[in-house]
């Protein structure tokens, strides 16, 4: 059976995914008669020609009669893709993939389609897949070195984006622009349908004259030579495949560390916003008892949401009554807040603290709670409750 497999343009993965070009390679192990041959050779012709509608009609055609023809399948999606029809062709190549686990090239193709539309992680997924199918497969090896370029790019402009002076974030994206710069290839290769040669007939049976044999020639003894053993030449191409390993590593690190990187950075500008809404909340209580301590019944009454819970079978109007009666009644008042501990959820805000009343007529020591509520900007009490 034959497949087509592309490799991921080396442009950045940006704009050299939009359309999915692939070569056909050659897979042993599936045999076509010679009339399907014919029609993939034709469906495959159409396709070079860059004819789509003609080969997509002819190929679905041929898959009405025979519509598990792996081969013809694997071609409709090239065909789909080349429309820019990415959805159908991911269709077909993932039902490929299950039907023929084994096969790398669908998973390769797949990849191709998932980055052309900026999904990196299901591209990097089905490229393991294809590695894992085919540990040889140097074309899926080198996109999914790509992919992680790709990635590790992504993550260290999050990275800068949430810190621009992060001088190691841009030292790496500069090395990982720099790195895919400079494998940056040629045109994306056209698809070729290989199909496999016409056995040639074996050639007719001549019969020769006899000959006399020869005289036998006189032994000459010579000097044995001393054969020069064959030049070991490098494998250049488990050197490649070294290298792309070492780069996609590398790249894998560098985007694992940036994340993590980016993940601190989140966490530590959260925890900042969270203790300034601590430090919020914590300055409208001091208001509270710094004017209840200075008799400013207006401002007290103030600190005061409009829904606060007033006791059972008070109105609004004789609970204010009834406070502003008990700060005017002292002519000292002192109250101070000790070991307040606060928490915040949303426009809700609950402080629990220990409350030291003092004033010329009564001194009081105990433990009290304030649910405090967000109105506008501001932070105000909207239920009141002591010993707790």
Do not use: C
């Not at 140097?138 to 992504?154: F, I, M, R, W």
């Not at 992060?166 to 720099?178: G, I």
């Not at 070991?232 to 990187?261: R, T």
Request: net charge positive; glycine share 4%; charged share 25%.
């Amino acid at each position: 059976m034959f497949f087509a497999s592309r490799r991921i343009p080396h442009s950045g993965l940006r704009h050299a995914l939009s359309r999915a070009l692939v070569s056909i390679g050659f897979i042993a192990g599936f045999y076509a008669s010679s009339a399907i041959a014919d029609e993939l050779s034709d469906v495959s012709q159409l396709l070079r020609a860059g004819q789509h509608a003609q080969a997509l009609t002819k190929a679905d055609a041929f898959l009405s009669k025979n519509p598990r023809d792996a081969q013809m399948r694997f071609l409709k999606g090239v065909i789909l893709t080349e429309q820019n029809k990415s959805a159908e062709a991911i269709t077909i190549f993932t039902k490929l993939t299950e039907d023929y686990p084994t096969l790398p090239e669908p998973y390769n193709n797949l990849a191709v389609l998932y980055a052309s539309s900026g999904q990196y992680d299901k591209a990097r997924t089905a490229l393991d897949m294809a590695i894992r199918t085919n540990p040889t497969y140097a074309t899926a090896y080198e996109n999914l070195g790509d992919v992680h370029a790709k990635l590790a790019s992504q993550a260290y402009d999050k990275a800068l984006q949430l810190d621009n002076n992060n001088t190691a974030a841009k030292s790496k994206l500069t090395m990982v622009r720099t790195l895919v710069g400079n494998t940056t290839g040629g045109t994306n290769p056209k698809v070729a349908v290989v199909a496999a040669a016409p056995t040639p007939a074996p050639a007719p049976v001549r019969a020769e004259p006899v000959k006399p044999e020869p005289a036998p020639k006189p032994v000459v003894k010579e000097t044995p030579k001393v054969e020069a053993k064959p030049e070991v030449k490098p494998d250049h191409k488990a050197e490649q495949l070294a290298e792309q390993k070492a780069a996609q590593l590398a790249a894998q690190k560098a985007a694992q560390k940036a994340e993590a990187d980016a993940k601190r950075e989140a966490k530590a500008k959260a925890n900042a916003a969270a203790e300034a809404e601590r430090e919020q909340v914590m300055s409208a209580v001091n208001a509270w008892a710094k004017a209840w301590s200075a008799r400013d019944v207006k401002a007290y009454l103030n600190a005061y949401a409009s829904d606060f819970v007033l006791p059972p079978g008070q109105s609004r109007k004789d609970w204010a009554d009834e406070r502003r009666a008990r700060i005017e009644d002292k002519g000292r008042i002192s109250v101070k807040i000790e070991t307040p501990q606060v928490t915040v959820s949303g426009n809700t805000a609950t402080v629990k603290f220990r409350q030291i009343y003092d004033s010329d007529r009564t001194k009081a020591n105990s433990r009290k709670t304030l649910v405090m509520t967000r109105q506008g900007n501001k932070w105000h009490i909207k239920q009141e409750r002591s010993g707790s």
